[in-house]
């Protein structure tokens, strides 16, 4: 069997009662979610449980929320003796990975990514940033046209490269608008309005990365145990210094997640585990290499499901 690398999703994929069935099961997971709540201070797991749904996903609560989920997941994998060889998160999923690779507490993890939500909603007017998801356009004539528009006063920046022929694009409402309908001229398939509260992964998140940098100033950030692929360049990294300074880097630069899964294939991944709500990633994966396994461990059912495979 080649290498397992656990994957975590991250900010889109959370829905109410997410992870009930698993913390309802294990007492590991239950104690993560209580772990959450008194780390923020506020009953994190009543959100998660009960919604209603616009509340859970405001920025703020929907990434400590599916940091608590994918974390309390993978608790039941380590009891289960299901361990990875490389971990990878998408955007807000990297948190998620780096606890699983032991350079973060899970508490010191819920409570940065709190304030990461809250620097995100405040970096930038709500309503004057934009995202889309350009399909079926590769990124070389996609960047040249963001490129186009950013030279019109506008800024437009490839955010996630998520697979052959879907990108996402982000920055201001108006370069947003005239971007897509330039990537439209030139070929891309589609273009669809994301429904964000920001402009995430570009320039325009700066101001919130220089606020979250006194946040990880003050968290301890230890030596990964095991690598995990980083958004920003797709390197594997265990250095907690340059973690650091990766993950501060990482709102504003675009999530390079093709490149990542490439990357951890090269090294001889052949099994991706996505621990979390959905199964975003896992169509994305197949979507880049078909060779590959995947699993989608959200709730019990799939949970053993997987276990069951993976021991054999």
């Known amino acids: 069997m080649g290498k397992i690398a656990f994957v975590f999703p991250g900010q ?12 309802d099961a294990n007492e590991k997971a239950a104690e993560v979610f209580k772990k959450a709540d008194e780390k923020l201070g506020f009953a994190l797991t009543d959100i998660i449980q009960n919604g209603p749904q616009e509340k859970l996903t405001h920025t703020a609560n929907a990434q400590p929320a599916l940091l608590t989920v994918s974390t309390a997941i ?23 990975a780096l606890v699983a690779a032991g350079a973060l507490t899970f508490e010191d993890a819920v409570y940065a990514v709190r304030k990461r939500g809250e620097y995100m909603d405040e970096a930038f007017p709500n309503g004057a940033g934009a995202m889309a998801a350009v399909l079926g356009m590769d990124r070389g004539a996609l960047s040249e046209a963001a490129d186009e528009i950013t030279k019109e006063g506008e800024t437009v920046q490839l955010a996630n490269l998520n697979c052959p022929g879907q990108i996402v694009i982000s920055g201001t409402a108006a370069g947003i608008e005239k971007a897509g309908a330039l990537a439209k001229e030139r070929g891309a398939k589609r273009v669809l309005p994301l429904q964000v509260s920001g402009p995430f992964h570009s320039k325009l998140m ?64 052949d099994t991706f585990v996505e621990v979390g709500p959905g199964k975003v990633l896992s169509g994305l994966i197949r979507k880049i290499d078909r060779n590959v396994k995947t699993f989608a461990v959200q709730d019990m059912e799939s949970l053993e499901a997987a276990v069951n495979a993976l021991q054999k």
């Open 74 to 96: 993978l608790q039941v994998l380590k009891d289960a003796g299901i361990t990875a060889d490389y971990t990878a998160g998408h955007s807000l999923g990297e948190y998620s």
């Open 206 to 269: 700066e101001p919130a990365a220089e606020k979250f940098k006194a946040v990880l100033d003050h968290i301890p950030i230890r030596d990964a145990k095991i690598p995990v692929i980083a958004n920003i360049d797709a390197e594997p990294e265990t250095n907690a210094e340059d973690i650091k300074v990766k993950l501060i880097r990482q709102l504003y630069s675009p999530v390079l997640w093709e490149d990542s899964v490439v990357k951890m294939i090269s090294l001889g991944v």
């Open 12 to 23: 889109g994929s959370q829905t109410v009662g997410m992870g009930q069935s698993v913390a």
